[in-house]
């Protein structure tokens, strides 16, 4: 059985940040979705959250791509509606407040990015 984890998500993206190191440059941000609830008539009532994340883009093209979106905000805290594709992936932090010093993090390695 073969196993897939590619995922698609769209959302806006707040805090994209740029590290360069010895590897190269990675791209880091938060993306956030949003919906709106509805009344038992179908009206659209407020925006809920749904989920927030935290997105990586570690090739030059994601990351150029990224940061262009963080350079179109013009003054908002958030980008544009914007669909990234790509995979879920474990890492781990170190927490002084965790018995072994490690704790697992999800996070979103973006692929591909699709402005609407």
């Known amino acids: 059985m073969e196993l897939v984890n590619d995922y698609t998500v769209t959302g806006t993206i707040k805090n994209i940040r740029t590290f360069t190191g010895s590897k190269g440059t990675l791209v880091t941000g938060w993306l956030n979705q949003r919906t709106f609830s509805r009344l038992p008539d179908g009206t659209a009532d407020r925006a809920v959250y749904v989920v927030g994340m935290n997105i990586v883009g570690l090739d030059d093209s994601t990351v150029g791509d990224l940061v262009s979106l963080d350079k179109g ?23 002084d407040n965790v018995a072994d010093k490690r704790a697992p993090q999800l996070q979103f390695e973006v692929f591909e990015v699709i402005t609407e």
Do not use: S
């Open 73 to 95: 905000r013009q003054g908002n805290e958030e980008t544009q509606q914007v669909t990234l594709k790509g995979r879920m992936i474990t890492r781990f932090d170190r927490r």
